[in-house]
């Protein structure tokens, strides 16, 4: 199968350099689970500190707040939705290693992301214990090996929903991996990284954290592939990793919403191919739209030479100042 009919969208896998933790760090925060359990190359990125499993496929799994991360910061007084959706990310990726027995090396290929948030419920003070109640359906199985599932989960804390989230996943193995992925297996980046719109048009202070560039166009603009910016792009990679595209959406939904204080609330995002490094992706935004209890909604999709690459649909509230 061809990298341009491929529908889904790989997620992680765990190489080597996931495989050992940083000098210092364990130190510093030893409850994480082993970061090459959840595809990261530093404990610091580790959001889960522990797993149980409490029915024929239901986990749970404790969810540890970053400390002063330099990316994942409050948005409004509120968690960040990139931080939930990377715990949930996590999450499912932790479960289908540690109880399904997933290889270490094998891919993880994504097809879908969704989350909803409460945004009463996730204060950034509130350092609450949170847990993920992790409900597994779908499983898809090759011979005795897991080659999948859907993932449906709830973000808790004193018995109350704070989050949900659900997504698909699809592991191969590496051989597997290369074949579907054909010429495309070693590719890196090649274009260079244009200059980003201003942090504050995205509601972000570093420059390199800006995964937007202006095109003529205000709604639209080119997806920034700035590699060095080591959260968005843990390790090498063969192509834009799934989580830089929902990054990518919410810049695109704070910058059309201008000078309304957009938190998003919830996020439908779906994959139709892989996003290359060889071709520029453009990023386009449709108005934002209000509705009678006043919700704001927009969609917000990726394309690379004239074919899509993801759909998002997302809804958010304005907060006030």
Known sequence: ???ERETMLITSYADTSTQRQPAG??????SA??????????????????????GTDRFTVSLRWPENHPFHTALHGFRSPTLIAEAIRQAGILISHAEFGVPLGHHFLMSDLNYTIEPGLVDANDDSPVHIEVTCSEIRRRGTRFAGMT?????????????TGDGSLTCTSPAAYRRMRGAYADARPLLPVPEPVHPSLVLRTDPSDVLLAPTRDPRCWTL??????TTLFARPNDHIPGMVLMEATHQAAFAVAGSTRLYPTSLRLSFDRYAEFNTPCLIQAQPVTRTGDNVLSLSVTGHQSGQRVFLALLEGIPVSA
Do not use: G, K, Q, Y
């Open 33 to 54: 689970v082993p970061n090459w359990l959840v595809h990261r190359p530093a404990t610091s990125e580790v959001f889960l500190s522990s797993w149980e499993r409490t």
């Open 1 to 3: 199968m061809s990298p």
């Open 151 to 163: 993932c449906h989960m709830a973000l808790v804390r004193d018995d109350r929903v704070i989050a």
């Open 25 to 30: 760090v364990a130190e510093a925060r030893p």
């Open 224 to 229: 920034r592939a700035h590699t060095s910016n």
